[in-house]
């Protein structure tokens, strides 16, 4: 019964256009963010690029640790915005347009229902992350070669971050399907992501950087528990200098970011998944 339900909800995804468009800005997105980066951040560690020209500090200065990894997390630093927008959009859409009345006919069980709509959205959201990896991994990589600096594409470690990467990615997609279930107004829902993760996270996870009581909470806000699952971000180089901020393990950003997820789709579904929907 389940795997027809799953079955359901991928359809009900795939028959709209929402998935490939918001794929297909995805890719651009961090392809052009990732690519002009890295021929930045590449050309100035090859010697190409004068840093005093480029304004990144005098010359010798290390571009911001480790290129590689650095450019290929933009695919969830930057791009998780586009599988929370996918996640919220799914569900807030069944209610917009009363897909749920004939969904609930066909399948009481709502617990089920919601069940089969988080794991669809999760694999989704996993196919989001490797659309992301193959523009900023795949652009990336391509710009980074033709500087002559090693991709670190033959070591373990960054194939571990590609991995978590998109375990990071299906889990924003869940945290989307959970917030569409608490806040069931489309409009709402969108402007709360974009609010939140452009606006509002960027700036307390830059505050909070300047004491180690406030760091000690920054941690766990949301996108720097994904960042930590990953392994690198640009937020973790792009704060003041001799910040106290430390990130959690690979392992604690995960089960933050799944607790994250939880929250918000056990919440949704006391406040208005239950709730009649006609």
């Known amino acids: 019964m389940l795997l027809r339900a799953i079955r359901a909800e991928f359809a009900k995804l795939l028959t709209t256009r929402i998935w490939w468009v918001l794929a297909v800005v995805l890719f651009g997105y961090i392809a052009v963010l990732s690519g002009g980066l890295a021929a930045l951040f590449a050309g100035i560690?090859?010697?190409?690029?004068?840093?005093?020209?480029?304004?990144?500090?005098?010359?010798?200065?290390?571009?911001?640790?480790?290129?590689?990894?650095?450019?290929?997390?933009?695919?969830?630093?930057?791009?998780?915005?586009?599988?929370?927008?996918?996640?919220?959009?799914?569900t807030t859409g069944e209610f917009r347009h009363q897909t749920l009345t004939p969904t609930f006919l066909a399948n009481p069980r709502r617990v089920q229902v919601l069940g089969a709509k988080t794991i669809t959205l999760f694999l989704a959201g996993g196919a989001f992350g490797a659309v992301a990896l193959l523009a900023s991994v795949g652009v990336g990589a391509l710009v980074i070669n033709a500087f002559g600096v090693d991709t670190l594409l033959g070591g373990g470690a960054t194939w571990a971050l590609i991995g978590r990467t998109l375990a990071a990615m299906a889990l924003w997609a869940s945290i989307g399907v959970?917030?569409?279930?608490?806040?069931?107004?489309?409009?709402?829902?969108?402007?709360?992501?974009?609010?939140?993760?452009?606006?509002?996270?960027?700036?307390?996870?830059?505050?909070?950087?300047?004491?180690?009581?406030?760091?000690?909470?920054?941690?766990?806000?949301?996108?720097?528990?994904?960042?930590?699952?990953?392994?690198?971000?640009?937020?973790?180089?792009?704060?003041?200098?001799?910040?106290?901020?430390?990130?959690?393990?690979?392992?604690?950003?995960g089960l933050v970011l799944l607790g994250y997820a939880a929250a918000a789709t056990i919440g949704g579904y006391f406040v208005s998944w239950r709730r009649d929907v006609t």
């Open 178 to 253: 959970g917030l569409g279930v608490l806040v069931p107004s489309q409009v709402a829902s969108i402007v709360i992501v974009l609010a939140f993760t452009q606006f509002v996270e960027p700036l307390l996870r830059f505050a909070s950087m300047f004491t180690s009581a406030t760091a000690g909470i920054g941690k766990f806000l949301p996108g720097a528990a994904s960042d930590a699952l990953v392994g690198a971000s640009i937020f973790t180089v792009a704060g003041p200098v001799g910040g106290v901020a430390a990130a959690l393990d690979w392992w604690q950003g």
């Open 45 to 90: 560690e090859s010697g190409a690029i004068d840093p005093r020209a480029a304004g990144t500090g005098p010359p010798g200065t290390p571009p911001l640790g480790s290129l590689p990894p650095l450019v290929y997390s933009f695919a969830s630093s930057v791009g998780y915005v586009f599988p929370v927008l996918l996640g919220a959009l799914a």
